[in-house]
């Protein structure tokens, strides 16, 4: 089965913008795509880097549903090196954006270009931590991403999550 094959039955959809796969699961599978900053209908597709294995999502899932993104927004406010990896990480953010589309621009023009990680237009409010966790798999270095990353004990499960995805669909 091909990649986007794979990422439909992850996501439970066909992916909208897929560019790539640019992280892999230690079996081998798609756990971190790159989207083009706009669909093929020129409509903005916010999150470049996006969370598909299963196992990543719904951990990440739990964290935000145990109040991840106020306690992890807090920490942002309250720590200088926190604040500074994500204004690197936005800025990155929109670097790559604005290299994967060129000089084409969607249906707003250009304006998604400039938004934070996950499509934020306050970076320092963060608003979806699958978008941060993305992130930091697929741009190393980056510290607040690398943090929330370490509250995902087993980072990887002991069996790839999406084999069973994969046979269901056979």
Do not use: N
């Not at 597709?45 to 719904?58: E, G, Q, S």
């Not at 998604?112 to 978008?131: D, F, N, Q, T, V």
């Not at 991403?145 to 509250?151: A, K």
């Amino acid at each position: 089965m091909d990649d986007t094959a794979v990422v439909a039955r992850q996501i439970g959809r066909p992916p909208r913008a897929l560019r790539r796969v640019a992280v892999r699961c230690p079996w081998g599978r798609p756990a971190v795509t790159e989207q083009s900053p706009y669909d093929s209908a020129g409509r903005p597709f916010p999150t470049t880097y996006y969370l598909t294995c299963p196992h990543l999502v719904a951990s990440v899932a739990r964290l935000e549903a145990a109040g991840g993104v106020e306690r992890w927004s807090r920490a942002v406010a309250e720590s200088a090196e926190l604040r500074a990896s994500l204004e690197r990480a936005t800025d990155e953010q929109r670097r790559v954006r604005r290299a994967l589309v060129g000089e084409a621009r969607g249906s707003d023009g250009g304006a998604s270009l400039e938004l934070g990680i996950g499509g934020s237009r306050s970076p320092e409010h963060l608003k979806c931590l699958h978008a941060h966790v993305a992130f930091a798999l697929a741009r190393p270095g980056y510290e607040l991403g690398e943090r929330i990353l370490r509250e995902l004990e087993p980072l990887w499960p002991e069996r790839c999550c999406s084999d069973e995805l994969l046979r269901s669909a056979e």
